[in-house]
């Protein structure tokens, strides 16, 4: 009689149904636990749904197991973490921040319950919620998080881990953010100083951490300070290496682009600006050499960079004669690529503007007084081949006479990369500007 029922479907399915049915209460009995407590329920319905895209009732299943903590063992709490917390990163992704919120808080409860409130594993959501919370421009609350984070890697690996080198990376820009210049010094130096702990002391290896911490200096407006570093990163390597060796390369990068903001910042006196104008220029001459002797090392579109760099390097620095040779080497190099056209109309299709300040209400003489919000200013103008600007004429304008002349001044002040066509630089006339100012009544300040 049984071998005849499996050739019937139906009576098939019974018995399976009745043989899985005695099994489970056997389960059941053995681990006095119901089949739906003792078997990780949860965790199959947060994948279906997850998968489905359903991600609303996804989040509803991990919220049902924080509520109902203790009707399920830990064993399933555990499972539900590492897919929660990719969920978190899809919501976020996919710009649902709330519920990525939601999903990040979630996944610190099942973390916290699983292994208490000093979890490591709760270090990766707290950053996560850290960066939506500075992308939402709440900085005291991704500081709190972050500082939380920090302290649990101190608890599990020491004051001096490199683990928490992220985490301070993000406590930097949010102490930058509200403008806590000591904190931000004192996070900077930290993070400085235990990069710097395993290496030999003035050893190449460690001129890559020091270049690091010149750039943010440079970053956070600290130029000398970042000097100094990428001094000493270039006398480690001059003491090591040969003089043309790649590895310059980088040192004299960042040794170039803090010259080139201090150029434009103009922020210092005639004979440091002078300095910067010669040391920049050897910089990127330097790089050049190298590139030259190590052609391997470097792509043709990072050499065009560079010689277009070079350019605009004599363009802010009153050298407009010495631009073309560097601009059309780029140009030359450009136009052999494949997209050769792309190229050429990225970088030269249009005069680039390279130096500007805008206009600012006076605050004192005529215009003073005004009222600002909401006034504006338009110019035409023209850019010749030697980045100078020309022909500018004032535009539709709501603000006073005394501050159409000074958008007239900003815009005649202005230097920009000219236009290049058949690795000739031309006149690009009818270019527009507009400007728009805010401020209230004097005695306000800018």
Same mark, same amino acid.
């Given at each position: 009689?049984?071998? @005849?029922?499996?050739?019937?479907?139906? $009576?098939?399915?019974?018995?399976?149904?009745?043989?899985? #049915?005695?099994?489970?209460?056997?389960?059941?009995? %053995?681990?006095?636990?119901? *089949?739906?407590?003792?078997? &990780?329920?949860?965790?199959?319905?947060?994948?279906?749904?997850?998968?489905?895209?359903?991600? $609303?009732?996804?989040?509803?299943?991990?919220?049902?197991?924080?509520?109902?903590?203790?009707?399920?063992?830990?064993?399933?709490?555990?499972?539900?973490?590492?897919?929660?917390?990719?969920?978190?990163?899809?919501?976020?992704?996919? *710009?649902?921040?709330?519920?990525?919120?939601?999903?990040?808080?979630?996944?610190?409860?099942?973390?916290?319950?699983?292994?208490?409130?000093?979890?490591?594993?709760?270090?990766?959501?707290?950053?996560?919620?850290?960066?939506?919370?500075?992308?939402?421009?709440?900085?005291?609350?991704?500081?709190?998080?972050?500082?939380?984070?920090?302290?649990?890697?101190?608890?599990?690996?020491?004051?001096?881990?490199?683990?928490?080198?992220?985490?301070?990376?993000?406590?930097?820009?949010?102490?930058?953010?509200?403008?806590?210049? +000591?904190?931000?010094?004192?996070?900077?130096? !930290?993070?400085?100083?235990?990069?710097?702990?395993?290496?030999?002391?003035? #050893?190449? %290896?460690?001129? &890559?951490?020091?270049?690091? !911490?010149? @750039?943010?200096?440079?970053?956070?407006?600290?130029?000398?300070?970042?000097? %100094?570093?990428?001094?000493?990163?270039?006398?480690?390597?001059?003491? +090591?290496?040969?003089?043309?060796?790649?590895?310059?390369?980088?040192?004299?990068?960042?040794?170039?682009?803090?010259?080139?903001?201090?150029?434009?910042?103009?922020?210092?006196?005639? #004979?440091?600006?002078?300095?910067?104008? @010669?040391?920049?220029?050897? +910089?990127?001459?330097?790089?050049?050499?190298?590139?030259?002797?190590?052609?391997?090392?470097?792509?043709?579109?990072?050499?065009?960079?560079?010689?277009?760099?070079?350019?605009?390097?004599?363009?802010?620095?009153?050298?407009?004669?010495?631009?073309?040779?560097?601009?059309?080497?780029?140009?030359?190099?450009?136009?052999?690529?494949?997209?050769?056209?792309?190229?050429?109309? @990225?970088?030269?299709?249009?005069?680039?503007?390279?130096?500007?300040?805008?206009?600012?209400?006076?605050?004192?003489?005529?215009?003073?007084?005004?009222?600002?919000?909401?006034?504006?200013?338009?110019?035409?103008? #023209?850019?010749?081949?030697?980045?100078?600007?020309?022909?500018?004429?004032?535009?539709?304008?709501?603000?006073?006479? $005394?501050?159409?002349?000074?958008?007239?001044?900003?815009?005649?002040?202005?230097?920009?990369? &000219?236009?290049?066509?058949?690795? !000739?630089?031309?006149?690009?006339?009818?270019?527009?500007?507009? %400007?728009?100012?805010?401020?209230?009544?004097? &005695?306000?300040?800018?």
């Amino acid at each position: 009689m049984p071998i @005849k029922l499996f050739h019937r479907p139906a $009576a098939t399915i019974i018995l399976i149904a009745v043989t899985l #049915s005695a099994q489970q209460v056997v389960r059941s009995e %053995e681990s006095d636990k119901t *089949d739906f407590d003792s078997t &990780p329920t949860p965790v199959i319905e947060f994948q279906a749904f997850t998968t489905a895209g359903h991600y $609303a009732d996804a989040l509803a299943v991990a919220a049902r197991v924080v509520d109902r903590a203790a009707d399920y063992e830990s064993g399933t709490r555990a499972l539900l973490i590492e897919p929660l917390m990719k969920l978190a990163t899809i919501l976020k992704q996919a *710009d649902e921040i709330l519920d990525a919120m939601r999903a990040g808080e979630l996944t610190i409860d099942l973390i916290e319950r699983n292994g208490g409130v000093f979890d490591p594993a709760l270090v990766e959501p707290l950053v996560f919620l850290a960066q939506l919370d500075q992308s939402n421009g709440n900085h005291p609350a991704a500081l709190e998080r972050l500082n939380r984070a920090q302290h649990i890697v101190h608890r599990a690996d020491g004051v001096m881990s490199h683990q928490q080198l992220p985490i301070m990376t993000h406590m930097i820009r949010s102490y930058v953010a509200t403008k806590r210049r +000591s904190m931000t010094n004192l996070m900077i130096e !930290q993070a400085y100083a235990i990069r710097m702990r395993n290496f030999e002391k003035n #050893s190449v %290896e460690s001129v &890559p951490v020091i270049l690091e !911490q010149a @750039k943010i200096r440079a970053m956070s407006g600290h130029y000398r300070k970042a000097r %100094e570093l990428i001094y000493l990163g270039l006398e480690i390597l001059e003491e +090591s290496i040969p003089g043309n060796d790649p590895r310059f390369f980088e040192a004299l990068n960042e040794l170039a682009s803090v010259r080139y903001v201090e150029q434009l910042s103009g922020g210092y006196g005639i #004979s440091a600006y002078r300095l910067g104008r @010669k040391e920049g220029a050897r +910089s990127l001459q330097r790089m050049l050499a190298i590139m030259e002797e190590h052609p391997d090392e470097f792509s043709l579109l990072r050499r065009a960079e560079i010689y277009i760099w070079m350019g605009d390097w004599y363009m802010i620095t009153r050298k407009a004669r010495l631009s073309d040779e560097p601009y059309r080497n780029a140009w030359n190099i450009l136009a052999d690529q494949e997209n050769a056209t792309k190229l050429l109309a @990225k970088y030269f299709g249009q005069p680039r503007r390279l130096r500007y300040s805008k206009p600012i209400p006076p605050r004192s003489g005529p215009g003073m007084y005004e009222v600002y919000y909401g006034r504006f200013a338009e110019v035409s103008f #023209s850019v010749n081949e030697n980045g100078q600007v020309h022909k500018v004429k004032l535009g539709n304008s709501n603000s006073p006479a $005394a501050m159409n002349l000074r958008m007239r001044w900003a815009v005649q002040a202005a230097i920009y990369r &000219p236009r290049y066509v058949d690795a !000739q630089p031309v006149i690009t006339n009818g270019l527009f500007l507009r %400007e728009e100012f805010s401020r209230g009544a004097w &005695p306000a300040r800018d």
